[in-house]
């Protein structure tokens, strides 16, 4: 079955930067397009990034354009987000979502990794 | 605030219906026919239930369906179960994006 594990989160000074690992199993990554979404402290979810499946086509909301990079390692069955210059209001737990391809949804999601932004 | 708009919370008896609205532009919700609804139990992964406005991933019950007109989508939870208490989301394409409403919280009285 598909599965999606996220690591890689913590807590982190402001400023300061995390890379986020999804290992993914149970299906041809290197086929499927990726998403990450976050979800900050009692409020709902926020679309962070997308990635074509061989990583060629990038998208970022404008919130984090500029500080976050999405990419994957077809090889190893991962995707990653390195979040830079990070802020408090970054604070979240981060999901990697598997697209459904053409059909613009994610129809599999990780149980997130919690990244704390704090001083 | 969210891109696109949801009421806070929603409730019915068990076998009852209930309808979440999910307001957006002709930017997202009425520009393309690619809402999608999920359905997320706190601490757990989000749950795809409707992609393309209607249509029913395999394993999501017929309960649940999709409908929009104009810039309004919306989810349609019918015979209302326990187990239907959760926080749904709306979600819609806009042009190399994506975008959520805020989130309902269903409760099942």
């Known amino acids: 079955q598909v599965q999606l594990v996220e690591s890689g989160g913590g807590v982190v000074q402001p400023g300061k930067s995390l890379r986020l690992s999804c290992a993914a199993s149970?299906?041809?990554?290197?086929?499927?397009?990726m998403h990450w979404v976050r979800q900050a402290p009692g409020r709902g979810l926020e679309w962070v990034a997308f990635i074509s499946y061989e990583g060629s086509i990038k998208y970022y909301a404008d919130s984090v354009k500029g500080r976050f990079a999405i990419s994957r390692d077809n090889s190893k069955n991962t995707l990653y987000l390195q979040v830079n210059s990070l802020r408090a209001e970054d604070t979240a737990v981060y999901y990697c979502?598997?697209?459904?391809?053409?059909?613009?949804?994610?129809?599999?999601w990780g149980q997130g990794t919690l990244v704390t932004v704090s001083s | 605030q969210s891109a696109l708009t949801q009421p806070p919370s929603a409730s019915g008896s068990p076998g009852q219906s209930v309808t979440i609205p999910c307001t957006g532009t002709?930017?997202?919700?009425?520009?393309?026919?690619?809402v999608s609804w999920y359905q997320h139990h706190p601490g757990k992964a989000p749950k795809l239930m409707i992609y393309?406005?209607?249509k029913r991933p395999s394993g999501v019950p017929d309960r649940f369906s999709g409908s929009k007109s104009g810039n309004t989508a919306s989810l349609t939870v019918s015979g209302l179960q326990a187990e239907d208490e959760a926080d749904y989301y709306c979600s819609s394409y806009a042009d190399s994006r994506w975008v959520f409403g805020g989130g309902t919280k269903l409760t099942v009285l």
């Open positions: 979502a598997k697209d459904l391809s053409t059909h613009y949804s994610c129809d599999y």
């Open positions: 393309e406005v209607s």
């Open positions: 149970g299906f041809t990554f290197g086929s499927n397009a």
């Open positions: 002709s930017s997202d919700v009425g520009g393309y026919n690619f």
